[in-house]
């Protein structure tokens, strides 16, 4: 029965460990942050907050109700003497706006609105660079990890024997302490790059939502895609002044500014109150009725003040604009500059530079050992194989990592 019950317990434990890491793919990745990640959500919550700015941007002031009633009278001795031969007056006003105030602001309510969906969609920009520079960081870090873990452990096999022959007295102990160091160094290597495996887990786990540690999985096939063809500058620009929503959100500002000062120069002009009032015995005639009509008079506020700034911040939006605009031409020249230069030295590395290295490793320990080669030329190999293998895998993720730039700074997915 102990027997069962053990069984029972690893075949159901079993599919719950083996989701402790996930392996997913960048489409699957970009799926995950679209749904979960929170930034996202609560810039969704904003959006909704602004279009609700818009309703209230179109709605009638309330009416204004007056009621004035005796409290005492007098002549009769009575409180609240509003009967038939007492007093009361009701009045009632309405605010109408002239000028086409309200539409005004109804428009600026929605340039507030269009601009707060801009900055939704600047952010999942931002994000997904962040996303994806981790991704693929932490993609081509683990196969780094995994060949200095192959490295470790048979260096850890070549230490063990060299101890033994030590101990035999066949070697020296200097050869034995080289080779420990060696260990050491790689040991510490690993570590570091454990370090940087773990604060992009973080951030990948932050992006993502997830409770799961995450594996990237990436095929040769994606990475085929991020190739440079017939791309030139001036296309990226204006491909750039398109999509980029930090420059929308620019013009928006400038186009709110443009707004606001068609809306001061319409509260100069002053508002109109109608009303009706109903006096019962307080006029020249009883139950009197009347209507009135009232405005403030433009003689000091003519709202100078506000009509003056509104028209500096249009000239403010206009020159931030045009720095904008100056400025995402110069980064679309950087971010094309970075790939052409990654694609240099990418391409300035042989295909076989790393197949040949992997087949000279496999059989540099079994020299060491048959002592066909000395224990600085082995330590001096065993060094150069380690950076050229972490250099490799650096210079891949670099060189995705400026094509993913290129894709932020034009706001287009470009190679898909």
Excluded: C
């Excluded at 780094?144 to 490295?151: A, F, G, N």
């Excluded at 600085?376 to 730039?405: P, W």
Aim: a neutral charge; glycine letters at 2%; charged letters at 25%.
């Amino acid at each position: 029965m102990r027997y069962l019950v053990v069984t029972l317990f690893l075949l159901i434990a079993s599919p719950l460990l083996a989701q402790d890491t996930l392996r997913i793919n960048l489409r699957q990745a970009d799926s995950l942050f679209v749904q979960n990640n929170l930034l996202l959500l609560a810039e969704r919550y904003r959006i909704d907050a602004y279009r609700a700015y818009e309703l209230q941007a179109v709605l009638w002031e309330n009416p204004n109700l007056l009621i004035e009633a005796s409290s005492f009278n007098s002549v009769r001795s009575r409180v609240l003497d509003v009967g038939r031969q007492g007093q009361k007056i009701i009045s009632v006003q309405q605010l109408l706006y002239t000028a086409g105030k309200r539409n005004k602001r109804l428009a600026l309510a929605m340039e507030s609105t269009h601009m707060t969906e801009l900055e939704f969609h600047d952010l999942l920009r931002t994000l997904k660079f962040e996303l994806r520079e981790r991704f693929f960081e932490s993609y081509f870090l683990r196969n780094t990890v995994r060949r200095i873990d192959t490295q470790i452990a048979t260096l850890q096999t070549t230490v063990e024997a060299f101890e033994r022959e030590y101990n035999r007295n066949n070697i020296s102990l200097k050869e034995v302490l080289r080779l420990k160091a060696l260990l050491f160094q790689l040991n510490n290597d690993r570590a570091e790059m454990q370090y940087e495996l773990a604060d992009n887990q973080l951030q990948l786990r932050n992006l993502l939502q997830l409770d799961n540690l995450i594996e990237p999985a990436v095929d040769t096939v994606r990475l085929r895609r991020y190739q440079l063809t017939s791309i030139d500058a001036a296309n990226l620009y204006e491909k750039a002044t398109q999509s980029r929503a930090d420059l929308k959100i620019a013009q928006s500002l400038t186009r709110q500014s443009e707004l606001n000062y068609t809306l001061q120069k319409a509260l100069a002009v002053p508002d109109v109150r109608i009303g009706a009032t109903y006096d019962q015995a307080g006029s020249y005639i009883n139950n009197y009725l009347g209507l009135s009509v009232s405005a403030d008079l433009p003689v000091f506020n003519k709202n100078q003040g506000n009509i003056r700034a509104a028209r500096s911040q249009i000239r403010y939006q206009k020159v931030y604009e045009t720095a904008k605009q100056n400025s995402l031409r110069y980064e679309v020249d950087a971010a094309l500059q970075k790939v052409r230069e990654a694609e240099r030295v990418y391409g300035s590395v042989e295909n076989r530079f790393m197949q040949q290295f992997e087949l000279l490793n496999k059989g540099i320990y079994d020299n060491f050992q048959k002592r066909n080669i000395s224990l600085l030329e082995f330590i001096d190999f065993i060094e150069s194989y380690n950076e050229s293998i972490k250099e490799f895998n650096r210079l891949q993720a670099n060189r995705i990592r400026v094509y993913e730039e290129l894709n932020y700074v034009v706001g287009e997915e470009l190679f898909n």
